[in-house]
């Protein structure tokens, strides 16, 4: 069962554009999403991430949407750059009760800004 | 400071041999993860410590799987028996612990090719 489900799978933006990326998820228990970016051999590095208290948190160029009762996340990278181009993993978590909080990942995007 | 470091980067192994694959949190950070990346995917979770304790083992796939944290810094992952589908990535990851979700800072990774 993939609680966190992802998409696109991939995705190509103009540079200065803006890369769109979706997650929805089940389990209505989890209370903590982050997201994610992971460059080839890397590993993954914490971009952003929003607790269901908000519908909303950005940094910079990059803003986290959050609809609590559509279960749904949505990542937006304003004035993409080719830099950005990298794979984005969606994640969500909640304690276990044994004070883990591990993350449940969506499949991933990978992105790609050409110039 | 220094990040997550993990050994080795590679490891290329022959069905049925045994590995251990090691992982050297950030100093101070007491929760360590360990997860596991299949290509194409997703960080998938595998076992959790707090301190020295595997306070959450239910990713761990099957007993081939076995991590210890002896004093509380230093992790190792051992796989028994190992098959060709134990080949992926794993990774570990760090935090601090206590009172909520803290950023998991992860380390590179290791590569494990099971031939």
């Known amino acids: 069962q993939q609680q966190v489900k992802q998409s696109p799978q991939s995705l190509i933006v103009q540079k200065g554009g803006i890369s769109i990326i979706n997650c929805a998820y089940e389990?209505?228990?989890?209370?903590?999403f982050p997201w994610y970016q992971q460059f080839p051999g890397k590993g993954p590095a914490l971009l952003i991430a929003?607790?269901?208290?908000?519908s909303e948190k950005k940094e910079g160029r990059f803003t986290i949407s959050f609809n609590k009762s559509a279960k749904q996340f949505s990542l937006h990278i304003m004035d993409s750059q080719p830099g950005d181009s990298a794979t984005y993993f969606c994640?969500?978590?909640?304690?276990?009760?044994?004070?883990?909080?591990?993350?449940?990942f969506g499949k991933g995007t990978k992105l790609s800004v050409i110039p | 400071g220094a990040g997550v470091s993990q050994t080795p980067s590679n490891k290329v192994t022959e069905k049925g041999k045994y590995v251990e694959l090691r992982c050297d949190p950030i100093s101070g950070h007491t929760a360590l993860y360990w997860y596991r990346q299949s290509l194409g995917q997703g960080p998938e979770f595998l076992i959790y410590?707090?301190?020295?304790?595997?306070?959450?083992d239910s990713g761990l796939p099957n007993d081939r799987f076995f991590a210890v944290r002896p004093e509380g810094s230093v992790s190792t992952l051992k796989i028994q028996r190992t098959e060709r589908g134990d080949s992926a990535v794993y990774l570990c990851?760090?935090?601090?612990?206590?009172?909520?979700?803290?950023?998991?800072?992860f380390g590179p990774g290791t590569r494990l090719t099971v031939t």
């Open positions: 410590f707090q301190g020295t304790g595997a306070a959450d």
């Open positions: 929003i607790r269901p208290d908000v």
């Open positions: 990851a760090s935090s601090f612990s206590g009172g909520g979700p803290y950023e998991q800072y």
């Open positions: 994640a969500a978590s909640i304690d276990s009760g044994a004070g883990s909080y591990q993350l449940t």
């Open positions: 389990n209505t228990a989890f209370d903590y």
